[in-house]
């Protein structure tokens, strides 16, 4: 069975972190670029976040968003991607979804092969 299943959602304060995790099973990350959207409350999903391209490419984008402020990361090892947040704002509180796709292209278009169901990440005081 695919799946891709992210935890490490929870509430923060401004200026503080966490990191997200996305676990996959049922298919190997190596060759499939992986991505990070958001949905906050009451609107649509945002255009992807960042993503890591296939091991074989290695390249990496980021939304202007974030930039700056979160990080990516891949462990191909354990199947699992990460996404670093630091210097947290309330306007990223949202539902932070993990994506995959074979190809980079759809993926930073908004298209995923597999995606996982959301955690939520809340930044208040």
């Known amino acids: 069975q695919v799946q891709l299943v992210e935890s490490g959602g929870g509430l923060v304060q401004p200026g503080g972190s966490l990191r997200l995790s996305c676990a996959a099973s049922?298919?190997?990350?190596?060759?499939?670029?992986l991505g990070w959207f958001r949905q906050a409350p009451g609107k649509e999903r945002e255009g992807v976040l960042c993503f890591s391209s296939s091991s074989s490419d290695g390249s990496t984008y980021y939304a202007d968003s974030v930039k700056g402020r979160f990080t990516i990361s891949r462990d191909n090892a354990n199947n699992t991607v990460y996404l670093q947040m630091n210097s947290l704002k309330p306007e990223d509180t949202a539902v932070y979804y993990c994506?995959?796709?074979?190809?980079?292209?759809?993926?930073?278009?908004?298209?995923?092969?597999?995606w996982g169901q959301g955690t939520q990440v809340t930044v208040s005081s």
């Open positions: 049922g298919f190997t990350l190596d060759y499939y670029t």
């Open positions: 994506a995959a796709d074979s190809s980079w292209y759809d993926l930073a278009r908004g298209g995923a092969d597999y």
